[in-house]
């Protein structure tokens, strides 16, 4: 399917269900179908991303499912979260959106003004560096929180989630999309770009995955592919994202992460592998828990690949992230003095 059809069907959804919505404010589209042209044709492992505004505070979003053909991924937002430019130009997970008129629907036109706003500012200096310091704050925040009381596969993900992050500092400081499951190709481009081929090897030694084989991940892959099966079977608890655990999904989730290691990005696929192995047994141990323990050595046997043999080296492995910030945000700084494209 090209772009532009994906972009009509997901159009089409906002004006028939969401303008339904109570408190319904608008509708804009988010992620990578913004970067895309009209006769491109939309990969069967990616999906449109839509936003949409409400009056009072989101609730849990739809998350992912079909439209006509096109798999559509709907979260909320409340007017409060969008309560000003300065707002917006602060945050790296909004900003990208308003860089460009990505909006479906305005009813009430205050997002055509907010998004005139942010793109006036959008690459200014300031506003660059003040959304790669939200980013860093958000991996610091993240492995400093990390629950040690928590089952050893939340806290894995908090780790993963929040170490994943040190590829959106240089992303953002790039001026490009912080996507979610490539955020390490994308990174690694950016970094050769402007010649930090050195500081991408250790975003990988951070997690782990910098000496892993194919063979290795691919292996992996495989067990975590009936990990999901299992776990799309008995999904009840409603995980805000339980969707990206459906049959659905599972072209982005398995089938994704396949591509990824036949072009040689088999690291690059670590991520999101172990992500996807976390989640499925937050819903193994909530709704299939025999099924949890079942399965959990498989989950066990990718994170020790990763160099964490028991949950007392989460700990270690946050402070190691942690430690490396300060290098993470020199080379972040270098970015910024020498992209072209942010007005100084």
């Not at 053909?69 to 707002?87: K, P």
């Not at 590829?167 to 994308?186: E, F, G, S």
């Not at 700990?315 to 003095?337: K, Q």
Request: proline content about 4%.
């Amino acid at each position: 399917m090209k772009a532009k059809q994906a972009r009509s069907n997901a159009a089409d959804w906002v004006y028939s269900h969401a303008r339904h919505e109570q408190g319904y404010g608008g509708a804009y589209f988010s992620g990578s179908i913004i970067g895309l042209s009209d006769n491109t044709n939309l990969a069967v492992s990616s999906d449109v991303d839509i936003v949409v505004v409400l009056e009072e505070e989101p609730q849990l979003k739809l998350g992912k499912f079909f439209y006509k053909g096109t798999l559509l991924e709907v979260t909320y937002l409340s007017w409060r979260q969008l309560a000003s430019a300065r707002n917006v130009l602060t945050s790296y997970h909004l900003a990208g959106s308003f860089r460009v008129n990505t909006i479906i629907d305005d009813p009430t036109g205050r997002l055509h003004h907010l998004q005139a706003e942010v793109a006036k500012h959008f690459s200014e200096y300031r506003w660059v560096r003040r959304r790669c310091e939200n980013a860093k704050q958000k991996v610091e925040n993240g492995l400093r929180s990390i629950d040690p009381t928590a089952p050893f596969h939340e806290q894995i993900m908090a780790w993963l989630f929040s170490t994943g992050v040190t590829t959106h500092v240089i992303l953002v400081a790039a001026l490009q999309n912080p996507t979610v499951r490539k955020r390490y190709v994308a990174a690694r481009k950016v970094l050769a770009e402007y010649e930090h081929n050195a500081l991408y090897n250790s975003l990988l030694e951070l997690l782990g995955c910098a000496t892993m084989t194919p063979e290795q991940v691919e292996y992996h892959l495989t067990q975590l592919s009936s990990t999901f099966d299992q776990a799309v079977a008995v999904s009840k608890t409603p995980f805000f994202f339980r969707t990206d655990i459906t049959e659905a999904t599972r072209p982005i989730a398995i089938d994704g992460s396949y591509d990824l290691i036949k072009t040689g990005n088999h690291r690059e696929a670590v991520f999101w592998i172990v992500a996807t192995f976390a989640r499925c047994h937050m819903i193994l141990a909530a709704d299939a828990p025999t099924l949890h323990h079942e399965y959990l050595p498989s989950f066990e046997a990718i994170v020790r690949d990763l160099g964490i043999t028991a949950i007392h080296d989460i700990p270690d492995r946050a402070e190691e992230v942690l430690h490396f910030l300060p290098t993470l945000w020199e080379v972040t700084e270098d970015i910024l003095s020498k992209n072209p494209n942010i007005h100084h």
